[in-house]
């Protein structure tokens, strides 16, 4: 991290309300965050500092969308669903920040963009049928969690299912349905899930994304929309992941 020191500034953010939250969560969901130690399933487990952990988390992707910024933050949040804590994920990062920015900065249209390799089903299971949000999703299928296959498709959802050694030009190739939805929809404001584990080396998947794939990913989602903001998901490579945020940044700051 220390080369995106060098070149980005940095700033703190607050953490989450509850109000936050619940816009996007079960009360029930809240307390068994707060309260659990120990597993709440095979990849999510919940220690003393956990729930600081994720209303930061979720704060910092608020902040993001504050600053027209990215989020670099830990946990990740997109396979959270409204009720369940799943998939290392507590609660729904981008999620929450959008419906934050409806409420307070009182943008109308929100598009949330998810690259991540794994579907977003908790962006999905918080988002479907509220026609003020669009979600759309670039990921492997088959793979964990299991959803977002070609059928599963609504009003407000695309789901771009890709075969496992998608390359660059199969991630550009499908850009072309996320542009024409996103353009349709005219959001006021984009935001990203921007996970890193489609790159050739992440260990959890089988694609073939470069960091120019993902520059130039960055690039396209930029000219989206009038205000953009980007949230962390997953990565698990951590010799590359520094590399991979910055050239997406970098395709962020592209003109």
Request: aromatic share 8%; hydrophobic share 45%.
């Amino acid at each position: 991290m220390s080369v995106l020191h060098e070149r980005f500034s940095f700033a703190e953010c607050a953490p989450a309300t509850e109000v936050d939250v619940l816009r996007c969560h079960t009360s029930g969901l809240l307390e068994t965050v707060r309260t659990t130690r120990g597993w709440i399933d095979a990849d999510t487990v919940c220690t003393d500092t956990t729930y600081e952990a994720a209303l930061l988390s979720a704060g910092a992707a608020i902040e993001a969308v504050r600053r027209g910024g990215f989020a670099l933050s830990r946990p990740p949040g997109h396979h959270a669903e409204r009720d369940r804590a799943m998939g290392f994920c507590l609660f729904d990062n981008v999620a929450i920040a959008a419906r934050w920015a409806q409420a307070e900065l009182g943008l109308e249209r929100v598009a949330i963009v998810d690259w991540d390799v794994h579907h977003g089903n908790g962006t999905q299971d918080i988002v479907r049928d509220d026609e003020s949000l669009l979600f759309v999703s670039l990921h492997q299928w088959p793979l964990y969690p299991g959803t977002g296959g070609p059928d599963e498709q609504w009003q407000n959802v695309v789901n771009l299912p890709l075969p496992a050694g998608t390359d660059d030009a199969g991630y550009a190739a499908a850009w072309q349905t996320v542009e024409q939805a996103v353009q349709g929809f005219s959001p006021d404001l984009l935001l990203v899930s921007a996970g890193f584990d489609a790159h050739v080396d992440d260990p959890l998947s089988d694609m073939q994304l470069t960091a120019d794939g993902f520059r130039a990913l960055a690039r396209a989602a930029s000219q989206l929309a009038p205000r953009i903001a980007v949230v962390l998901e997953g990565g698990y490579n951590l010799r590359t992941l520094p590399d991979l945020v910055e050239s997406a940044l970098d395709g962020f700051d592209s003109p």
